[in-house]
């Protein structure tokens, strides 16, 4: 019988994942969940045959430069890839999969809530109900905005993007987006989408802005301070993609100077540190980057790791292998 790879598992994953790798791999588990330092990660580079990363794990070219001999894959378990240095993974020979595809629908549904949160001031509301500061109902009390008729500018409009068009279209929402290129036909028709190839021109013409791309680095702080500043006072901007695309300081600034209306964020630029002016503001939803936080997403992405390695292990092609192409 061959031998099993050493796969090295960097956080705890749901059960069901954690035991099909213990009954395919030699798997190395980490049972407290605490993330590696850099000391750790670089031991894990030089102790496997399989390294199955998360986003909180850097693997940065100097990194990677550590890895031992043996090791032959970075099985990423994410949708993205941004933690991965991938020009100098794919240089010394490895390949590298990710997860694509299982938290579409998961992120869109929490992209929606957040723009339905924020200019319906939700979280307020029951903010003050907690604090007793409800009163009963009054005619001008916690007064926000309706979605319907508003438009939405969509940065990137992929699987998630779409999604999201999908669900906001079906609020009433006029659908408005920025891509590298426009989608199909049909689905531009399905959607009654309207493409914006000048990013700036589409900002300064929205009510709500969802930043849905991936991060790479043509995309990072894509929303800068310059941009931001083309939105209008009354513009609200969501975020559950990546912090590192919006220029977080330029936000929170703009935020609490009242420059725009409102924010609902799910991810930061330097987590788990949140600028202290976002925390405060009250026309602002945060979440603690869970936006894909569900037990069936958090297994299919387990499912997908295992899928990907066995294929490679099996001397075939990983379905969801990361290629120059993507980045």
Known sequence: MAKKPVVIVTRKLPDVVETRLRELFDARLNDSDKPFRRAELIQALRSCEILVPTITDRLDASTLAEAGPNLKMIANYANGFDNIDITAALAKGLVVTNTPGVLTNDTADATMALILSVPRRFLEGAIALERGDFRGWAPTWMLGHRLGGKRLGIIGMGR?????????KAFGLQIHYHNRKPVRAHVETDLEATYWENLDQMLARMDIVSVNC?????????????????????????????????????????????????????VYAREPAIDPRLLKAKNVVLL??????????RIEMGEKVIINIKSFVDGHRPPDRVIPAML
């Open 160 to 168: 998630i993007g779409e999604a999201v068009a999908r669900r906001a």
């Open 214 to 266: 991936p991060h790479t680095p043509a995309t990072h702080q894509m929303l800068s301070a310059r941009r931001l500043k083309l939105l209008r006072p009354t513009a609200i901007v969501i975020n559950t993609a990546r912090g590192e695309i919006i220029d977080e300081e330029a936000l929170a600034a703009m935020l609490e100077a009242g420059q725009i209306a409102g924010a609902g964020l799910d």
């Open 288 to 297: 603690p980057h869970m936006a894909s936080a569900t037990i069936e997403g």
